[in-house]
C-alpha cells in the first residue's frame, strides 16, 4: 500500500509525515510526500530533527505531486487550518484523510521556539502515524469506509 503525505509545500510536514512513516511501517507499507506548489527544498530543520531522532534523510527531497513514483492508495493531507492555508486535493480515486498539522516553516521566534515548533509537527504526525500502523490494516485495507473512518478520528490526536 502506498500512502502520500500531501501540503503545498512538501518541504517540512509531508517530508516529516514520509520519512517517520517510512522508519516505522511494515512491509508492504510504503510513504510518499508531495506538494501541490512544491518549495523545491527541504527545510534544514528538518533534516536535522530527522537524523537526531534517529531517521535517515537519504533521498528525501521536496517534490510535485505531478511526478509520484507510485499511484497512492491513501492520501494524507498535513496542512494546517491557520493563516488561510489551502490544502490541495488531490485528484484520483484514493482514500483521503486530512491530519493537518501548523507548519513550522512559518514559526517565529528564538531558535528553541523555532525548533519546539518543528518537534511538536513531528510528534504530532509520529503519534498519529502509530496510531495509524496499530489498526487491524490486514482487515481494514479491505473496508475503505472503516479505515477512513479511523483515519480521520486519528487526525484529531495532539501531543
Do not use: Q
Not at 509545500?9 to 516505522?24: P, Q, Y
Not at 489551502?86 to 498539522?101: D, E, I, K, N, Q
Not at 502509530?130 to 495532539?158: G, Q, R, S
Amino acid at each position: 500500500m502506498n500512502i502520500l503525505f500531501l501540503c503545498t509545500g512538501n518541504s517540512c510536514r509531508s517530508i516529516l509525515g514520509e520519512a517517520t512513516f517510512n522508519h516505522i511501517a511494515p512491509a508492504g507499507w510504503r510513504a510518499m510526500s508531495a506538494g501541490s506548489k512544491p518549495a523545491g527544498y527541504v527545510h534544514p530543520r528538518s533534516l536535522v530533527l530527522l537524523a537526531r531522532e534517529g531517521i535517515s534523510t537519504e533521498g528525501y527531497y521536496s517534490k510535485s505531486w505531478e511526478n509520484l513514483p507510485a499511484t497512492p492508495d491513501i492520501v494524507i493531507s498535513v496542512c494546517g487550518n491557520a493563516a488561510n492555508e489551502t490544502c490541495p486535493a488531490y485528484l484520483g480515486p484514493v482514500l483521503r484523510s486530512h491530519w493537518g498539522v501548523e507548519d513550522p516553516a512559518h514559526a517565529t521566534g528564538t531558535d528553541e521556539e523555532i525548533d519546539a515548533a518543528f518537534m511538536k509537527a513531528y510528534r504530532i504526525l509520529l503519534a498519529r502515524i502509530e496510531a495509524f500502523l496499530a489498526l487491524p490494516l490486514e482487515t481494514l485495507k479491505h473496508d475503505k469506509a472503516a479505515l477512513k473512518l479511523a483515519m480521520d478520528k486519528i487526525a484529531t490526536i495532539v501531543v
